[in-house]
T-cell receptor, first 114, second 111 residues
Framework: AQSVTQLGSHVSVSEGALVLLRCNYS??????LFWYVQYPNQGLQLLLK??????LVKGINGFEAEFKKSETSFHLTKPSAHMSDAAEYFC????????????FGKGTLLTVNP | DSGVTQTPKHLITATGQRVTLRCSPR?????VYWYQQSLDQGLQFLIQ???????AKGNILERFSAQQFPDLHSELNLSSLELGDSALYFC??????????FGPGTRLTVL
């Protein structure tokens, strides 16, 4: 079985500050890991994914995440927050292959203050 | 725009009723996934179809059913609706190696 824990249901940062959203996973097989973003009243958009290649993954909108097997973590970062980054962020895991039955975390709401 | 379309955008109905949600995957994608998003349960996987056949089942109630048609569009049928079924229902399609692409969702309100 797989699971994802997102630490912090709400993170608030100032514009220009570092964004760090935490995700820890549990998986009995080498995982594929994903970060999705959901803007208000919209669907989920894929930010980035880890599929067992490079451990540092760059995504859209300046976000990146690092896969750390020893820590079972896949934290999402962005060096400088922008007002437009305010949204809910979801970490997800699956067991790889062609099946994308994802298990999602409960989400982290990011607020960016001017 | 993910290329996944869902209709309707909003649906308001009464308890005990039945509704059908429709999804068209991205052009060329054979897989369709249905997810339910609610405040208390978060994002829950319901069911997956691949080229017309059921491939995986998640936390889908017996009152719910789905199918995928030869043109690859999918329908999620929800019957004997209860207040607790009010949620956002997302459809997604997949590309091998790329992850899931989600549609805009259908917001179901059961009164």
């Amino acid at each position: 079985a797989q699971s994802v824990t997102q630490l912090g249901s709400h993170v608030s940062v100032s514009e220009g500050a570092l964004v760090l959203l935490r995700c820890n996973y549990s998986s009995s097989v080498p995982p594929y890991l994903f970060w999705y973003v959901q803007y208000p009243n919209q669907g989920l958009q894929l930010l980035l994914k880890y599929t067992s290649a490079a451990t540092l993954v760059k995504g859209i909108n300046g976000f990146e995440a690092e896969f750390k097997k020893s820590e079972t973590s896949f934290h999402l970062t962005k060096p400088s927050a922008h007002m437009s980054d305010a949204a809910e962020y979801f970490c997800a895991v699956n067991s790889g292959g062609s099946n994308y039955k994802l298990t999602f975390g409960k989400g982290t709401l990011l607020t960016v203050n001017p | 725009d993910s290329g996944v379309t869902q209709t309707p955008k909003h649906l308001i109905t009464a308890t005990g009723q039945r509704v059908t949600l429709r999804c068209s995957p991205r052009s060329g994608d054979l897989s369709v996934y249905w997810y339910q998003q609610s405040l208390d349960q978060g994002l829950q996987f319901l069911i997956q179809y691949y080229n017309g056949e059921e491939r995986a089942k998640g936390n889908i109630l017996e009152r719910f059913s789905a199918q995928q048609f030869p043109d690859l569009h999918s329908e999620l049928n929800l019957s004997s609706l209860e207040l607790g079924d009010s949620a956002l229902y997302f459809c997604a399609s997949s590309v091998v190696g790329q992850g899931l692409f989600f549609g805009p969702g259908t917001r179901l309100t059961v009164l």
